[in-house]
């Protein structure tokens, strides 16, 4: 691990020190971002991704980091594409007379799986508890997953709803440690 943040640090702070945003801003140079909450019952992992009604009600200190990626990836978006059409204009104003540049399309897919007592599945889809999702190694040192079905979002509150969504689907029990876990 590379931080340990104690129950006084702030989501802002988590958000940070993990390097969260880096993580989404890497996304536009083609690399692939994985955030993973493991812990203890109780530990706040939930909190923590703010997968729990992580919406407009929710005071912006409490969000965790789900919100705040959905946040940074769609204002990401926006930026670029207000740099590219400053730069057409600028080409446009300049007299470039070599072919316009394309229009970079953006589409973000989301899938949102849950792991519990070895069994995964796609919390996206009603009919999860039948659908097979396997976890493979593709043999270039890094993990597929096949089975999950990813649902296009065209926005930072069409994403929230799907998580929102999501969360329904997880699996959850009391347990000794926490009476309401997501188990």
Same mark, same amino acid.
């Given at each position: 691990?590379?931080?340990?943040?104690?129950?006084?640090?702030?989501?802002?702070?988590?958000? &940070?020190?993990?390097?969260?945003?880096?993580?989404?801003?890497?996304?536009?140079?083609?690399?692939?971002?994985?955030?993973?909450?493991?812990?203890?019952?109780?530990?706040?992992?939930?909190?923590?991704?703010?997968?729990?009604?992580?919406?407009?009600?929710?005071?912006?200190?409490?969000?965790?980091?789900?919100?705040?990626?959905?946040?940074?990836?769609?204002?990401?978006?926006? &930026?670029?594409?207000?740099?590219?059409?400053?730069?057409?204009?600028?080409?446009? &104003?300049? /007299?470039?007379?070599?072919?316009?540049?394309?229009?970079?399309?953006?589409?973000?897919?989301?899938?949102?799986?849950?792991?519990?007592?070895?069994?995964?599945?796609?919390?996206?889809?009603?009919?999860?508890?039948?659908?097979?999702?396997?976890?493979?190694?593709?043999?270039?040192?890094?993990?597929?997953?096949?089975?999950?079905?990813?649902?296009?979002?065209?926005?930072?509150?069409?994403?929230?709803?799907?998580?929102?969504? /999501?969360?329904?689907?997880?699996?959850?029990?009391?347990?000794?440690?926490?009476?309401?876990?997501?188990?």
């Amino acid at each position: 691990y590379d931080y340990v943040l104690g129950p006084e640090a702030t989501q802002q702070e988590v958000y &940070e020190r993990c390097g969260v945003q880096n993580l989404v801003d890497s996304c536009f140079q083609g690399v692939n971002g994985t955030i993973f909450a493991y812990g203890q019952t109780g530990s706040g992992k939930t909190y923590t991704m703010g997968s729990f009604a992580a919406g407009a009600d929710c005071p912006v200190d409490n969000l965790g980091i789900l919100p705040r990626v959905a946040t940074r990836l769609f204002c990401r978006i926006e &930026e670029l594409k207000l740099q590219h059409q400053q730069e057409a204009e600028f080409e446009k &104003e300049n /007299g470039y007379d070599g072919a316009p540049a394309e229009e970079t399309v953006f589409t973000v897919r989301l899938t949102f799986l849950e792991i519990h007592k070895e069994v995964v599945r796609d919390l996206l889809r009603p009919d999860a508890a039948s659908i097979k999702v396997k976890v493979r190694d593709n043999g270039k040192g890094s993990l597929r997953i096949s089975g999950l079905k990813p649902v296009v979002v065209r926005s930072e509150e069409d994403l929230l709803t799907h998580v929102n969504r /999501g969360c329904i689907m997880r699996t959850t029990g009391s347990t000794l440690m926490n009476e309401h876990s997501s188990r």
